[in-house]
């Protein structure tokens, strides 16, 4: 079946530096792709998305491009913040009778001042 | 404010309670989900729906029942059988295949 799978952390990076989080998919058919971040004892918010191959998503300074040659969803940000720290997972989105979303493991982030 | 509500956001069960999680949605969205995240772990789906008065197991329902009379909610029973019910649970709305809104959570603790 399809899955997603994430880079393990957790991440730890030093304020104002670059952030990588790698992504990856299996997938049969065309399907959506997001980044979810979960602050501590919170529910998921949509951090961004992207619809079909070569779309970017971006939001609050992150990035991702759906790369179908590549199967891959890889989270960027330029210049991390203490307030990034978090949990970010990596979904897609999948007809099975209906529409029902696939998440990654999740990758915290740590960052320090 | 259109979002998701859920309630309580802590809750004690004994061994051998049933107990239910409310969620409540006033997005008008369709399709309404439960999940499961265990410490460290991602989310794994106990049940859906797609529309009023009818809904899906997920890859985790043993143990668990939902209702989807209203639109607007779909509370999540935790009975007896499910062996290992400490955890968060996430109940989430979606408009369309896109995306979905998730309420707060509830965490749930078996004494």
């Known amino acids: 079946g399809n899955s997603v799978t994430q880079m393990e952390g957790p991440v730890t990076l030093s304020e104002e530096a670059f952030l990588t989080i790698n992504c990856t998919y299996t997938?049969?058919?065309?399907?959506?792709l997001f980044w979810y971040v979960q602050y501590p004892g919170e529910g998921l918010q949509l951090l961004l998305k992207?619809?079909?191959?070569?779309d970017k998503g971006s939001n609050k300074g992150f990035e991702a491009t759906y790369r179908k040659e590549t199967t891959s969803f890889h989270l960027e940000k330029g210049s991390v913040q203490v307030s990034d720290s978090a949990v970010y997972f990596c979904?897609?989105?999948?007809?099975?009778?209906?529409?029902?979303?696939?998440f990654g493991a999740g990758t915290r982030l740590f960052v320090k001042a | 404010d259109g979002g998701i509500t859920q309630s309580p956001k802590y809750l004690f069960r004994k061994e051998g309670q049933n107990v239910t999680l409310s969620c409540e949605q006033n997005l008008n969205h369709d399709a309404m989900y439960w999940y499961r995240q265990d410490p460290g772990q991602g989310l794994r789906l106990i049940y859906y729906s797609q529309i009023v008065n009818d809904f899906q197991k997920g890859d985790i329902a043993e143990g668990y029942s939902v209702s989807r009379e209203k639109k607007e909610s779909f509370p999540l029973t935790v009975t007896s059988a499910q062996k290992n019910p400490t955890a968060f649970y996430l109940c989430?709305?979606?408009?369309?295949?896109?995306?979905?809104?998730f309420g707060p959570g509830t965490r749930l603790t078996v004494l």
């Open positions: 989430a709305s979606s408009p369309d295949r896109h995306e979905q809104f």
């Open positions: 997938a049969t058919g065309y399907p959506s």
């Open positions: 992207a619809t079909k191959a070569d």
């Open positions: 979904a897609l989105s999948e007809w099975t009778g209906g529409f029902k979303t696939i």
